[in-house]
C-alpha cells in the first residue's frame, strides 16, 4: 500500500468515528500539553529564581569571615568568627594578581528618620566599586564618592523603597536623613532592582563603609566581594585570595571564599530535578493516554473484524492491515500531540504576558520528549491490537469472528 | 380491553409528513387473537408500537384495561409494559452475555422482584418452556426455535394481558415456526390477548380476528 | 430493581469484555496510583520536616533583633539597638517563663592538643539541653553562672568530641575555641544535620564568652522557652510588652514555634495536595477513557437498550445501570491502583525507612472517592444518552 493510499485511508477511518477520534486526540494533547506546560513552569521558574539570585555576575567572590570543615553544609554566614576580617584585609586583596575590583560590606539595621517619619531599614556599609561589582543603577544623583576606606563621609544613597516610603514625591537629593545619632546627606536613588540573597536592594540605604563602622561600633566584615579580571581566572584567584588571608592571619585560614556559581548549582541541581519530576508527573497522563488508544484499538478491532476479512480477501497482506491499524494510533498520536503542543505554547504565552519578568518556557528536550513519548506509547500500545487484526484468518473474519 | 380512539402518528421522512397511523380506531377485546397484515410502511409496526407503549401518538386516547395511556408519564408507562405487556421479536432479542434462565428472569430482576421469589417462577417458565436442560446456555449456544422460546418465556413471566409479537417466525425454520406459533396460541388459549404482526400469510390466517393496514388506515377488520 | 440485582448486571456487563474492562480501569488505576505515591511522597516530607522541626520543642519563641528585615537574616546583622543580655535576663523574670537562652552564632576554629577543627561555635547558657532537648551523652552542661561572669567551659557536639579527642575521654580537658581556653564539661548525643547545619559539629560556650570572641555586642537571637501554663500567643505579648518598655519601640521581631510550625504544616499540605493535583491530570485523562469506551459500549448496545425498555425499564433505571457500570469500572481502577501504590509503599517503608514516605489514608480516601466522581462525571453523558435513546430506533439496531 503506498503511503499516500494507507494515510488516506486511515484519515477516513477516523474521520468515521469522529467522538472516538476527538477524544483519543483530546486525551493525548492533555498528556503532551501536561508535560510542556509543566515543564515549562518549571523553566521559568528556575530562571526566576536564578536570575534572583544571580545579580553579582560571573566574575565575582564572596569573602566571609569564619570556616568550617563539614562539607556540603552551609558556609558561616553569620559573619562571627573569632578573628575579623578587618578593611585592612580588605584594602590587601586589591593588591593580589588577578582582583580587578574589592568592595567591603558591612550590613546592619537601623532605624532612619526625616521630617516626622520612621522607618526601620537595613543599611549597607561599603564603597563605591560596590555599585560596579553588583551592577546597581543610580537614578538620580551618584553612587558613593571614591574616597580613602578609613574616612567616614556623612553621604547616603537609598533604595527606591526607601526613597518612596520617606520622601514620597519630594525630592531626596540633597536632604538630610538621621540614623541612630548620625547624620547623612542623600547624594543619590538607586532604580528598582529585585531582591538578591536575602536583600532587598530596594529597601536599603548605601553608606561609607567607615561611616557603618562608625554607626555600628563594629570593625569586622560582614563579606568582602571581590570582582576577578576574567571567569578564567576565578578559582585561581580563589586560591590567590585565601594564601594571602592565611598571611595575614597568623597562618590560620578562618575565612571562606565562595563563588556565586557555586551557591546557585545546588539551586540549580534543585530546581532542574523539580522540572524532571512534574515533567515526568505530567509523562505519567502519557501512559495512559497510551493505555487508552490501546484499548480503543482493540474495540476498533473487533468492530471492523469483517472489513479486515474483506481486505484479507481483496490481497491485503498482514503487513498492509498492521500498517493500517499502527498509522491510524501514529496519526492520533501525531495529530494530538500538536494539539497538546498548541495548547501549551498558548499557555506559556499567556504566561509570558502576563509575568513579563518570568521566561515559562519549554525547555527543548522536553518538547522533542513529550512528543516522541507520545508516539511511542502509541505504536507500542497498539502493537498487540493491530498484530492481532493482522493475524485474523480471512475466512473467519469475514463472518466477523474474531 | 384495549381501546384506541382515533389514534395518528406522523413522522417526516425527509421534510415529506408519512402518516404511519391515521385516525386508527380499534378496540380489542380481552383473551382476543388478532393478526395484523399489511404492505411495508403500512403502519403495522407502528401499531405495534403504540400498543406497546413504546410509543405516544401524536393524537388520540388509548385506553388500556380502562387507563388513558396517553396521559402516564415516562417511568409509570415503563410500569405498564412491565406489568400489563410482553413483547416478541422477530430477531428476539435476547442479551447475550445472560444465560436462557438469566433471559427469562430479566423482567422479574428489573421489576424488584426478590430472588428467593424468582427461583420458582423462572423454573415453572423453563420447564414449560421445555429449557429445564438449556438454562445454563448463552443464547449464542441455542437453536434459533430455542431462543425464540426463551424470549417467549421472558416475555409472559411477568403475566401480562397483552402479546404483541412482531413476526415472531420471520427467522424461524418452518419446524420450529410451527413450535412457536402452537407456544402462542396456547398462551392465548390460557386467556392472554395475543396480537401478531407478520407478512405470512398463513401465520395471518390462523388468528382468530384479522386486521388490514394499508396507508396508516384499516382496511379491513374481519374474522 | 434490587441493588444486588444491579451490581450484578452491571458486574455481567463488565466481565464481558473483559480486556476492554481490565484497559479501561488499568488507566484510572494509573491515575489513583500517581496520587497515591505523590501525596505519600508529599505527607512524608512534610511529616520529615515537621519532626525535624520540633525536634527542639514546640513552646519556644524566638526573638530576632530588627523589625522589617526577613528571611531570618536579622540576627545576623548589626543594628544600633541590640538585643543585650540585659534583655535575656529580663525576660528570664517573666511569668511561665522556664528558660531562656540567648544566642550567638559563629564559626572558628577548635583545638584539643595537636588536633584542631573549623567548626560552628554557639554562645549559649545552661539551657540548652532542657530548651534545645538536646541529650547529653557525658558529663555536664553549661554551669548557671551569673550572667557576665561565665567560666570558661564548653560543651562538645558528637561529631566534635570525635573529631578531637577520639574514643579518649575529653571530660576536664582543655579546648582552644578562637584562641581562648575552655574546659569541657559535657558531650552532646548524636543530633544530625538539620538545613544544612550538622548539629554535632558545634561547640557551645557561654554566650558572653562567645561576644566577647566575636567581639559583638547584641545578640542574635534570645530563645525563651515557656510552661504549659500559658499560650504561646500570650506569652509572645507579654514578652513584646517587656521589650518595648526596655527598647521604646519595637525594633525586634518575635517568632512562636508552634506559629512557625503551623506556617510550615501549611505551606507543605498545600504543596502536597498541589503535587496530588498534578498526579490527577493523569487522572483526567483517565476520565477521557471511560468517556470514550462508555460511549462505545452503549453504542454496541443499543439493541439490548431498546429491549429494557420495552420490558418496561424506566429510563431512570437505565441511566443509573450504565452510570454504575462507569463507577463500577472507575473504582476498580482506583482500588488496584491504590492496592498496588499502598503494598509498595510499605514495602519500601519496610526495605528503606529512612525514605520520607507515609501513606496517608486522608489522601487514600480522597483518591478513592475521585475515581468514584471521575466515573460518575464521565459516565454521565453516555448513560444519559443511553436513557434519552429511542427504544423503537434502538429495537431496530440489531
Known sequence: ??????????????????????????????????????????????????????????????????????????????????????????EALRRVPGVKQVAPLIVGISEISFGGRNREVMIAGTTASYFSIRQLPIRQGSALPVLAWDIASPVAVVGSKVKKEIFGERPALGQWLKAGGHRFRVIGVMDSKGQALGMDMNDLIIIPVASAQALFNQEGLLRVMIEVQGSEQLESTRKRVIDTMIARHEQEEDVTVITQDSMLSAFNDILDTMTLAVGGIGAISLLVAGILIMNVTLISVSQRTKEIGLLKAIGASDRDVLQIFLVEAALMAALGAVLGLLVSEGALLAGRLMFSDIAFRTPLWALLLSVATAMTTALLFAWGPSRRAARLEPVNALQGRL | MIQLEHISKTFLLGDQAVHALDDVTLTIASGDYLSVMGPSGSGKSTLLNVLGLLDQPDDGHYRLEGTDTTTLSEPERARYRREHIGFVFQSYHLVNRLSARENIELPLVLAGVPPKDRAPRVNEMLERLSLTDRATHLPNQLSGGQRQRVAIGRAIIMKPQLLLADEPTGNLDSKSGADVVTLLEELNQQGITLLVVTHDLALGQRARRRIRMVDGRIDSDGT | MLWRDVFNLVWRSVVSSPLRSVLTALGIAVGIAAVALLTSIG????????????????????????????????????????????????????????????????????????????????GANYA??????????????????????????????????????????????????????????????????????????????????????????????????????????????????????????????????????????????????????????????????????????????????????ALGTTQRQILLLFLWEAIALAMAGGLAGIAVMGSLILLTQWLAPDLPLTLSPFYLGISLLLSVLIGLLAGLAPARAAARMNPIDALRAE
Open chain 3, 128 to 309: 540548652i539541653n532542657d530548651a534545645w532537648q538536646f541529650k547529653l551523652a557525658m558529663g555536664s552542661s553549661l554551669p548557671r553562672d551569673e550572667s557576665g561572669r561565665s567560666r570558661n567551659f564548653a560543651v562538645l557536639g558528637f561529631k566534635l568530641k570525635q573529631e578531637l579527642f577520639g574514643n579518649r575521654n575529653p571530660l576536664g580537658q582543655f579546648i582552644r575555641v578562637g584562641g581562648i581556653r575552655f574546659r569541657v564539661v559535657g558531650v552532646l548525643e548524636e543530633k544530625g544535620q538539620m538545613l544544612g547545619f550538622d548539629l554535632d559539629d558545634i561547640v557551645f560556650i557561654p554566650v558572653d564568652k562567645a561576644m566577647s570572641l566575636f567581639n559583638r555586642d547584641g545578640l542574635m537571637e534570645i530563645d525563651v522557652v515557656f510552661a504549659t501554663s500559658t499560650t504561646s500567643a500570650a506569652m509572645a505579648e507579654a514578652v513584646r510588652k517587656e521589650l518595648i518598655l526596655r527598647h521604646g519601640n519595637e525594633d525586634f521581631t518575635v517568632i512562636t514555634q508552634d506559629e512557625m510550625l503551623k506556617t510550615l504544616d501549611k505551606i507543605l499540605t498545600v504543596l502536597t495536595a498541589a503535587v496530588g493535583a498534578l498526579g490527577a491530570i493523569s487522572l483526567l485523562v483517565g476520565a477521557v477513557g471511560i468517556l470514550t469506551i462508555m460511549t462505545t459500549t452503549v453504542r454496541e448496545r443499543t439493541a439490548e437498550i431498546g429491549l429494557l425498555t
Open chain 1, 1 to 90: 500500500m503506498r503511503t499516500a493510499d494507507l494515510l488516506r485511508f486511515d484519515f477516513q477511518v477516523l474521520n468515521r468515528h469522529r467522538f472516538r477520534t476527538l477524544m483519543m486526540l483530546i486525551a493525548m494533547s492533555i498528556g503532551v500539553a501536561a508535560v510542556n506546560l509543566l515543564t515549562g513552569l518549571g523553566e521559568g521558574a528556575k530562571s526566576f529564581v536564578l536570575g534572583e539570585f544571580s545579580m553579582l555576575g560571573k566574575n565575582t567572590l564572596i569573602m566571609m569571615p569564619g570556616k568550617k570543615e563539614t562539607s556540603g553544609g552551609m558556609p558561616p554566614i553569620t559573619g562571627e568568627a573569632p578573628r575579623d576580617v578587618t578593611l585592612q584585609d580588605a
Open chain 3, 43 to 122: 505527607e512524608g516530607v512534610r511529616s520529615y520536616v515537621m519532626t525535624n522541626f520540633s525536634q527542639f520543642g514546640t513552646r519556644i519563641i524566638a526573638i530576632n533583633p530588627g523589625k522589617t528585615v526577613t528571611g531570618g537574616m536579622g540576627g545576623m546583622l548589626q543594628t544600633d539597638r541590640p538585643l543585650t543580655l540585659d534583655d535575656a535576663a529580663a525576660l528570664t523574670r517573666l511569668p511561665h517563663v522556664e528558660h531562656v537562652v540567648p544566642v550567638v552564632q559563629g564559626a572558628g576554629t577548635v583545638k584539643a592538643g595537636e588536633r584542631s577543627r573549623r567548626s560552628d561555635i554557639i
